[in-house]
Nanobody, 119 residues
Framework: QVQLVESGGGLVQAGGSLRLSCAAS????????MGWYRQASGKQRELVAL???????NYADSVKGRFTVSRDNAKNTVSLQMNSLKAEDTAVYYC?????????????WGQGTQVTVSS
């Protein structure tokens, strides 16, 4: 049905920047909300940032002012620009999309990309 493919993770020093990207493909009508979650080792998955089709955004308090989420509706992509990275940002980052298609409206997830911030 729908595939989400992420790219851009890696290792960076504290204070550095990384940009994550995610592209959706498959058969569907529209993508309502896209965004990013993360899961650190031993912790539950948590919201990082979401963006609606109209451009409204929602951020976790821990990343406000440092991360910026954006999307390209024409290309079905979402990106996460991460600046001033901290060791506590280390996690596997997952792309998420709420997708409407023939007979479905549900969340889809990417495979995850590792972000490691060294202090």
């Amino acid at each position: 049905q729908v595939q989400l493919v992420e790219s851009g993770g890696g290792l960076v020093q504290a204070g550095g920047s990384l940009r994550l990207s995610c592209a959706a493909s498959g058969s569907f009508f529209s993508i309502n909300v896209m965004g990013w979650y993360r899961q650190a080792s031993g912790k539950q998955r948590e919201l990082v940032a979401l963006v609606s089709r109209g451009g409204d955004t929602n951020y976790a308090d821990s990343v406000k002012g440092r991360f910026t989420v954006s999307r390209d509706n024409a290309k079905n992509t979402v990106s996460l620009q991460m600046n001033s990275l901290k060791a506590e940002d280390t996690a596997v980052y997952y792309c998420n999309a709420l997708v409407t298609g023939v007979g479905f409206r549900r969340d889809f997830w990417g495979q995850g990309t590792q972000v490691t911030v060294s202090s």
